[in-house]
């Protein structure tokens, strides 16, 4: 039974939701993120139902079925292919292609996404860090942490975001923290909870508690 473009956008809502959470998606949780009423979610949770792409019980929360999470994963694959090509190959910043690839990822075509990751040279992971599943739906996850949980004389390397948001991304352009960049963690400040970083051009910044908790860091092993 085929699916519309906002069923899919919803699959991929609870599949994210779900993942951050480790419970669930809640009706409230996917209003949020569809920026819809909770009454139109639950229409719309109904119709997912009905073709057995969730199952859903009132004040439990939604899960996907092994079809729904097939489906999500496959769309997820597709966005995020999507922001690699427009990055890679047609010079976009990483703050100008979530929209462009919520566009692109409803295209389908026999072949298509693995004609394009094989070009792409079967990237892991998308503009933002976040993992890309391969073809079989198998992901590949970093070993990294929130830039709030790490303790003063650590060491690491920005691999990912957890905000998607321009304005972020266009801030941390700002500061020099895209992808790849080396940070050390001199201070925290109790008060605030913000901290001080030392990046890898000798710069030192100070950055708020939601940047921290907003930015992932895979820690440098020790001698590197």
Same mark, same amino acid.
């Given at each position: 039974?085929?699916?519309?473009?906002?069923?899919e956008?919803?699959?991929?809502?609870?599949?994210?939701?779900?993942?951050?959470?480790?419970?669930?998606?809640?009706?409230?949780?996917?209003?949020?993120?569809?920026?819809?009423?909770?009454?139109?979610?639950?229409?719309?949770?109904?119709?997912l139902?009905?073709k057995?792409?969730?199952?859903?019980?009132?004040?439990?929360?939604?899960?996907l079925?092994?079809?729904?999470?097939?489906?999500s994963?496959?769309?997820?694959r597709? $966005?995020?292919l999507?922001?690699?090509?427009?990055?890679e190959? %047609? @010079?976009? #910043?990483?703050?100008?292609?979530?929209? &462009?690839? !919520?566009?692109l990822?409803?295209?389908?075509?026999?072949?298509?996404?693995?004609?394009?990751?094989?070009?792409?040279?079967?990237?892991?992971?998308?503009?933002?860090?976040?993992?890309?599943?391969?073809?079989?739906?198998?992901?590949?996850?970093r070993?990294?942490?929130?830039?709030?949980?790490?303790?003063?004389?650590?060491?690491?390397?920005?691999?990912?975001?957890?905000? $998607?948001?321009?304005?972020?991304?266009?801030?941390?352009?700002? %500061? @020099?923290? #895209?992808?790849?960049?080396?940070v050390? &963690?001199? !201070?925290?400040?109790?008060?605030?909870?913000?901290v001080?970083?030392?990046?890898?051009?000798?710069?030192?910044?100070?950055?708020?508690?939601?940047?921290?908790?907003?930015?992932?860091?895979?820690?440098?092993?020790?001698?590197?």
């Open positions: 039974m085929p699916i519309t473009q906002a069923e956008n919803y699959l991929k809502a609870i599949f994210k939701i779900a993942e951050k959470d480790d419970k669930p998606a809640l009706t409230n949780a996917i209003a949020a993120v569809m920026q819809t009423s909770a009454a139109s979610v639950t229409d719309m949770l109904k119709r139902a009905d057995q792409l969730i199952t859903y019980e009132k004040y439990r929360g939604v899960q079925t092994e079809e729904g999470h097939r489906l994963t496959a769309l997820i597709r $966005h995020r999507w922001e690699v090509f427009l990055t190959k %047609l @010079g976009f #910043a990483w703050d100008e292609v979530h929209d &462009l690839a !919520e566009q990822e409803h295209i389908q075509g026999n072949g298509l996404i693995d004609r394009l990751d094989n070009f792409l040279g079967n990237p892991g992971f998308d503009p933002h860090g976040d993992p890309i599943p391969n073809a079989e739906g198998h992901w590949t996850y070993n990294q942490s929130l830039l709030a949980t790490l303790q003063p004389g650590t060491q690491g390397v920005v691999t990912g975001v957890d905000d $998607h948001s321009a304005t972020f991304l266009q801030y941390l352009d700002q %500061l @020099g923290l #895209a992808l790849g960049a080396q050390s &963690l001199l !201070e925290q400040f109790p008060y605030d909870h913000s001080r970083v030392r990046t890898g051009d000798g710069r030192e910044l100070v950055l708020s508690e939601k940047v921290t908790k907003n930015l992932y860091i895979k820690l440098l092993e020790s001698g590197n």
